[in-house]
């Protein structure tokens, strides 16, 4: 149980597009997704925290109208990177908390996806 | 604010030889720790934490509140046990779940 899957695994995009990423928590319910920046041989950049039926929090120096992520359900978050450049080039990676795991803060997370902007 | 230091970027060990992968936390609350495990071209996935107490994969990591430190400990490392480890801290009793994570540890275990 508690699978997320991402898609797309990997998109490439032109300068200047905008990229949606979808997050789903399969088999449960998540109260809270979280959406991170992975660069190569790095730790995990914590980008925002998307909580369903509100806004987004996001994290000192992330631009929230670069960034859009929405919650529209509690099994799906989706980010949109707008007007993207190659500077956002990463690896992207969602998790989410299982809402019945009470206050245990365990993430489950997605397998990334890999963003390249030419 | 709270933070988590890893301060090994890289850990080599032989097989059969004890491993321990460091980690150390600045909180003044209560804090939930974790570790999660990253193999080869896989997801991230939880290995253990704190408040379970567990044993897992042979791994076992036990928080030192005196010393702010929630060290992996693995008595005799296996060559599948190569990964990159995160070290994270996450608040107790909170809804937020949001959680700090160190810069992790790549550990190779060699033949």
């Known amino acids: 149980g508690a699978v997320v899957s991402q898609h797309p695994s990997w998109v490439i995009c032109k300068s200047g597009t905008s990229v949606k990423i979808e997050c789903r928590s399969l088999d449960f319910q998540a109260t809270t997704m979280f959406w991170y920046r992975q660069f190569p041989k790095q730790s995990l950049m914590l980008m925002a925290t998307s909580n369903e039926g509100s806004k987004a929090t996001y994290e000192q120096g992330v631009e929230k109208d670069k960034f859009l992520i929405n919650h529209a359900s509690l099994t799906l978050s989706t980010l949109t990177v707008t007007s993207a450049h190659p500077e956002d080039s990463s690896f992207y990676i969602c998790?989410?908390?299982?809402?019945?795991?009470?206050?245990?803060?365990?993430?489950?997370f997605g397998p990334g996806t890999r963003l390249t902007v030419l | 604010a709270q933070r988590v230091t890893q301060p090994e970027k890289l850990l080599s060990v032989f097989k059969g030889a004890p491993v321990e992968l460091k980690c150390n936390y600045s909180?003044?609350?209560?804090?939930?720790l974790f570790w999660y495990v990253q193999y080869s071209r896989q997801r991230l996935q939880l290995l253990l934490r704190?408040?379970s107490r567990e044993s897992i994969k042979g791994f076992t990591a036990d928080l030192n509140k005196g010393e702010t430190s929630f060290h992996l400990k693995k008595p005799f490392a296996q060559e599948e046990d190569s990964a990159m480890y995160y070290c994270a801290l996450s608040l107790l009793n909170t809804n937020a779940g949001k959680s700090t994570f160190g810069d992790g540890t790549t550990l190779t275990v060699k033949p």
């Open positions: 704190h408040i």
């Open positions: 909180y003044s609350g209560s804090p939930e």
């Open positions: 998790s989410a908390r299982d809402r019945t795991s009470g206050r245990f803060n365990e993430q489950f």
